[in-house]
């Protein structure tokens, strides 16, 4: 039906940036929300941030003025710009959308998740 591919995680030191995209396909009627969800070890799947089809968006408020969440409607992408990375931000980073699936209705789906390690 519909698929989730994450690209850009990886191993940077404290204060670096990195760039995560998710790109979806498949049965796609129109996608609504777009989120980024984060994992850390020992811990709850928290949200990071999302937006809205009317680019709306809502932070963490751990993540607040660094990281940037934006999407490209014609090719199905989300992508969280990650500035002043902090150790603490280290998790795996997941993607999920909510997608009007043609004939199906509304559905979430997640990516497979891609690893960000920060150094100190």
């Known amino acids: 039906q519909v698929q989730l591919v994450e690209s850009g995680g990886g191993l940077v030191q404290a204060g670096e940036s990195l760039r995560l995209s998710c790109a979806a396909s498949g049965s796609i009627y129109s996608i609504n929300a777009m989120g980024w969800y984060r994992q850390a070890p020992g811990k709850q799947r928290e949200l990071v941030a999302n937006i809205r089809s009317g680019g709306i968006t809502d932070y963490a408020d751990s993540v607040k003025g660094r990281f940037t969440i934006s999407r490209d409607n014609a090719k199905n992408t989300v992508y969280l710009q990650m500035n002043s990375l902090k150790p603490e931000d280290t998790a795996v980073y997941y993607c999920?959308?909510?997608?009007?699936?043609?004939?199906?209705?509304?559905?979430?789906?997640w990516g497979q998740g891609t690893q960000v390690t920060v150094s100190s």
């Open positions: 999920n959308m909510r997608v009007r699936v043609v004939g199906l209705g509304v559905n979430d789906y």
